[in-house]
């Protein structure tokens, strides 16, 4: 699959659907997307999917935010957009690259993993202080955040 990635300077409604997918909170989604480097996924030039990148520690750089298209998921895209982070962080002379989900996010802690992350920490009740809202996922109320780690 022939996926391009732009690094983007302004978001359009489209690209704050799939970085709101992935993180409710528009107020941390705006702070990140200035810090960080965002960027857009195309695939025969209709958007497939966003990516922020957010160097946290000296060395460290963190994905905060990883979207796929509903219509274009469990297709392979999301797994090609994290080795685009693990080459770019690479490249990039980082050491670590970071990422962090919901306890309830089953199918994404999978594929973290199955990439080469490790679980490193657990932010217990995470989305507790830092959500308004209430998450459910999966069934299942949404505290904790699993925090997990790729060496590079
Ligand atoms: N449930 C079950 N399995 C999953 C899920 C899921 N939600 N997501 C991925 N997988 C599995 C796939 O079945 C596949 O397994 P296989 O290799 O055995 O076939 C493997 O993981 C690779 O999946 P991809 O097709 O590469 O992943 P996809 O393109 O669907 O993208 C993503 C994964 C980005 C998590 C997508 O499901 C999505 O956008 N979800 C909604 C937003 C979200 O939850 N983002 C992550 C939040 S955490 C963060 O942003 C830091
Ligand atoms: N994968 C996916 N979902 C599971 C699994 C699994 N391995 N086990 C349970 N579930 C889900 C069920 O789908 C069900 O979901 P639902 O309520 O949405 O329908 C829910 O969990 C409850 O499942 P039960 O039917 O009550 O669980 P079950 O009788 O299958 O027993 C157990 C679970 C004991 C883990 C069983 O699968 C087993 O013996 N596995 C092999 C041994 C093992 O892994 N033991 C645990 C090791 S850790 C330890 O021992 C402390």
């Known amino acids: 699959m022939n996926l391009i990635f732009n690094e983007l300077t302004q978001l359009t409604d489209p ?16 702070d990140y997307t200035h ?20 160097p946290t520690r000296p060395e460290t750089l963190e ?17 090609q957009m994290l080795d685009f982070a693990i080459n770019y962080a690479k490249k990039n002379y980082y050491r ?17 993993q199955k990439v080469g992350f490790r679980i490193s920490s ?10 308004s809202e209430e998450i459910v996922e999966n069934g299942l109320v949404l505290r904790d955040m699993i925090r997990l780690r790729l060496n590079l």
């Open 15 to 30: 690209h704050y659907e799939l970085l709101l997918d992935a993180d409710p909170s528009k107020k941390l989604v705006d």
């Open 35 to 54: 810090r960080g480097f965002t960027y857009e996924v195309t695939l025969d030039k209709k958007l497939v999917g966003t990516i922020v990148l957010l």
């Open 122 to 131: 657990i932010d217990t009740d995470f989305f507790i202080h830092h959500y």
């Open 63 to 79: 994905i905060v935010n990883i979207a796929v298209e509903p219509n274009f998921q469990k297709q392979g895209i999301g797994q």
């Open 96 to 112: 670590t690259l970071e990422i962090g989900t919901g306890s309830t996010s089953i199918g994404q802690l999978y594929l973290y």
